[in-house]
């Protein structure tokens, strides 16, 4: 009785175990956001996202926070001088390409994360 007892305990053990090192991290769409995003664009060369909520656009030097919506827009709310810019985003390529299309210019820019 003790040994099928120690064999069903492994066999749950095991289970468990190989489970987790098998699943696929799931990141939801903030997450996808963080690091660093380049564009050969001159316009926008560079966007930095911090985990916790600020960014960087390292071509003007403009640093400000962002949020992600619900219905599929990034806001980036710029500190100085204070602006708001909405993009649509769409991501491609394992989320290592980010598109993002200024809602307000129509403007549309694509990333590769770095």
Not at 13 to 32: A, H, P, Q, R, W
Request: hydrophobic share 30%; charged share 25%; with cysteine.
């Amino acid at each position: 009785m003790k040994k099928q007892l120690f064999l069903i305990i492994t066999i749950i053990f095991t289970i468990i175990l190989f489970n987790g090192c098998f699943e696929d991290e799931v990141k939801t769409e903030s997450e996808k956001f963080v690091g660093t995003w380049t564009t050969e664009d001159s316009e926008i060369e560079k966007f930095v996202f911090y985990s916790n909520g600020t960014c960087l656009l390292k071509t003007y030097g403009l640093k400000g926070t962002y949020n992600v919506t619900d219905d599929g827009y990034l806001i980036v709310y710029q500190k100085n001088p204070s602006r708001t810019y909405t993009y649509s985003y769409r991501f491609g390529n394992n989320n290592q390409k980010l598109t993002l299309s200024d809602q307000d210019t129509y403007n549309t820019w694509v990333f590769r994360k770095k």
